[in-house]
């Protein structure tokens, strides 16, 4: 079979079958009398399966020991071209979020983009200075696509570049949510962490909505700066969250000072109350414990607390009794 007839059938063309002739991939067993090149049964096999193996990825090259070298094994080989293939693909999708970022802001120039691309540069920079000054950069101007600032304060581990993150993020609206909300979902402990805290730092409510949600995560540390977030925002849902967190001494001072806010409001007053004295009486709350709870107690105005008060003066427990008995003289001096 001549050289038209096997690119015609093949499909490879006849430019690439001269190219395997020279690297003698495949050379034509034999000639015409006119000297063309004639392509054997065998030979047009040999051309589909380098063209199978040159469709996993493989270089010419390794196509040739593939087939040549008997004591070529493919493990190694393949083992490579997963690890190669999963790179390639990483930084495909690398480029594939920064196109869509840049897209978002929806550029009127290729001034606009140039300035995109070096802030998103920046936010990516190993100098936490410069991570820093593109999250507070974020202007009417040249805004940071939002889900550029949401991976970067996901990932970000200095304290100083992660709180100017989380401003960014708030000024932004709520643009990031639902990125955050996939955050607090995600396996790893500090990104969930990460994520609570920016929610924590938006003020709609559908941040606060998500908060709500986050009172019932897993995650105790979630859950835990999910409460302190809706405590400050005035959400009574947070109560039995922040009680707990007073019990196991975990942010409790945070915690009572919520608890004293949420206070203010009559209604929520009586809940903490309750829900404090409620906890005092269990027998499981150790003696530390049930000095902490009796401490929170002194921001929370009503009859219920004064009378939880007078009665945990006479307490067995000497340090709950003294407590209580300044608290409530804390009290009578208001």
Same mark, same amino acid.
């Given at each position: 079979? &001549?050289? +038209?007839?096997?690119?015609?059938?093949?499909?490879? /063309?006849?430019?690439? #079958?001269?190219?395997?002739? /020279?690297?003698?991939?495949?050379?034509?067993? *034999?000639?015409t009398r006119a000297g063309y090149r004639e392509y054997s049964g065998e030979d047009i096999r040999r051309i589909l399966h380098i063209e199978s193996l040159r469709s996993l990825g493989l270089s010419l090259r390794e196509v040739g020991r593939a087939l040549d070298d008997p004591g070529f094994t493919p493990s190694g080989l393949v083992d490579d071209l997963i690890r190669r293939t999963r790179e390639r693909i990483a930084a495909e999708t690398e480029?594939?979020?920064?196109?869509? %970022?840049? $897209?978002?802001?929806?550029?009127? +120039?290729? $001034? *606009?983009? #140039?300035?995109?691309?070096? &802030?998103? %540069?920046?936010? !990516? /920079? @190993?100098?936490? !200075?410069?991570?820093?000054?593109?999250? &507070? /950069?974020?202007?009417?101007?040249v805004p940071v696509p939002v889900g550029a600032l949401v991976e970067a304060a #996901?990932?970000?581990?200095?304290?100083?570049?992660? !709180?100017?993150?989380?401003?960014? #993020?708030?000024r932004s609206g709520d643009g990031g949510l639902a990125l955050l909300a996939e955050g607090l979902g995600s396996p790893v402990a500090e990104v969930r962490e990460r994520a609570v805290r920016s929610v924590a730092e938006i003020p709609s409510n559908a941040a606060t909505a998500l908060l709500r949600d986050a009172l019932t995560h897993s995650d105790?540390?979630?859950?835990?700066?999910?409460?302190?977030?809706? +405590?400050?925002? *005035?959400?009574? $849902?947070?109560?039995?969250?922040?009680?707990?967190?007073?019990?196991?001494?975990?942010?409790?001072?945070d915690a009572a000072d919520a608890l004293g806010a949420l206070a203010t409001d009559p209604a929520s007053a009586d809940q903490i109350a309750t829900g404090l004295v409620d906890r005092l009486a269990q027998a499981v709350v150790g003696s530390s414990a049930r000095r902490r709870l009796t401490q929170a107690l002194a921001d929370v105005p009503g009859t219920t607390t004064s009378r939880a008060l007078a009665e945990l003066a %006479?307490? @067995?427990?000497?340090?709950?009794?003294?407590?209580?008995?300044y608290v409530l003289g804390l009290r009578d001096a208001r």
């Amino acid at each position: 079979m &001549l050289i +038209g007839e096997v690119a015609r059938r093949s499909g490879v /063309s006849a430019r690439m #079958l001269r190219h395997y002739d /020279s690297l003698g991939l495949v050379r034509p067993t *034999g000639r015409t009398r006119a000297g063309y090149r004639e392509y054997s049964g065998e030979d047009i096999r040999r051309i589909l399966h380098i063209e199978s193996l040159r469709s996993l990825g493989l270089s010419l090259r390794e196509v040739g020991r593939a087939l040549d070298d008997p004591g070529f094994t493919p493990s190694g080989l393949v083992d490579d071209l997963i690890r190669r293939t999963r790179e390639r693909i990483a930084a495909e999708t690398e480029l594939l979020t920064r196109l869509r %970022q840049i $897209d978002a802001t929806e550029p009127a +120039g290729w $001034d *606009g983009v #140039l300035r995109i691309v070096a &802030l998103l %540069q920046a936010l !990516g /920079s @190993e100098s936490a !200075g410069k991570r820093q000054r593109a999250a &507070l /950069s974020s202007t009417e101007e040249v805004p940071v696509p939002v889900g550029a600032l949401v991976e970067a304060a #996901l990932s970000e581990t200095d304290p100083n570049v992660a !709180g100017a993150l989380r401003w960014a #993020l708030a000024r932004s609206g709520d643009g990031g949510l639902a990125l955050l909300a996939e955050g607090l979902g995600s396996p790893v402990a500090e990104v969930r962490e990460r994520a609570v805290r920016s929610v924590a730092e938006i003020p709609s409510n559908a941040a606060t909505a998500l908060l709500r949600d986050a009172l019932t995560h897993s995650d105790l540390t979630v859950r835990r700066c999910a409460a302190l977030a809706l +405590g400050a925002r *005035g959400a009574a $849902d947070a109560v039995p969250t922040l009680i707990d967190m007073i019990v196991e001494e975990t942010n409790d001072a945070d915690a009572a000072d919520a608890l004293g806010a949420l206070a203010t409001d009559p209604a929520s007053a009586d809940q903490i109350a309750t829900g404090l004295v409620d906890r005092l009486a269990q027998a499981v709350v150790g003696s530390s414990a049930r000095r902490r709870l009796t401490q929170a107690l002194a921001d929370v105005p009503g009859t219920t607390t004064s009378r939880a008060l007078a009665e945990l003066a %006479q307490d @067995e427990d000497r340090a709950v009794a003294l407590t209580a008995a300044y608290v409530l003289g804390l009290r009578d001096a208001r």
